[in-house]
């Protein structure tokens, strides 16, 4: 059974840091694009960050130079090292795998992701 499993969110103050994981089981994740995406309440589900195969990165632009993805394949792991954070960053956090993913980018659609993880939440507060 393939899984994705994300951990380390939590409650923080505007300014702090939280580091996501994404643990994968199931299958070997080394040649997919991993994606985070975050879904706030009543909004839909939007691109963070991802990283490809080789590790280029992406970021949206409301995250970039805050957030770092990276990923681990010898343990089958992704991450999202998340810096000054804000208010505006609090919603349900997801890692995503993309298994058609380009080597040199990073898909920013959801629909091109096949595996998603159940989410966990990040809450900033004021």
């Known amino acids: 059974q393939v899984q994705l499993v994300e951990s380390g969110g939590g409650l923080v103050q505007a300014g702090g840091s939280l580091r996501l994981s994404c643990a994968a089981s199931?299958?070997?994740?080394?040649?997919?694009?991993m994606g985070w995406f975050r879904q706030a309440p009543g909004k839909e589900r939007e691109f963070v960050a991802g990283?490809?195969?080789?590790?280029?990165?992406d970021y949206a632009d409301s995250v970039k130079g805050r957030f770092t993805a990276s990923r681990d394949n010898a343990k089958n792991s992704v991450y999202l090292q998340m810096n000054s954070l804000k208010p505006e960053d609090t919603a349900v956090y997801y890692c995503?795998?993309?298994?058609?993913?380009?080597?040199?980018?990073?898909?920013?659609?959801?629909?091109?992701?096949?595996?998603w993880g159940q989410g966990t939440q990040v809450t900033v507060s004021s």
């Open positions: 199931g299958r070997t994740f080394s040649d997919d694009t």
């Open positions: 995503a795998a993309d298994r058609r993913g380009s080597m040199w980018s990073v898909s920013r659609e959801t629909y091109k992701y096949s595996y």
């Open positions: 990283i490809s195969r080789n590790s280029i990165t």
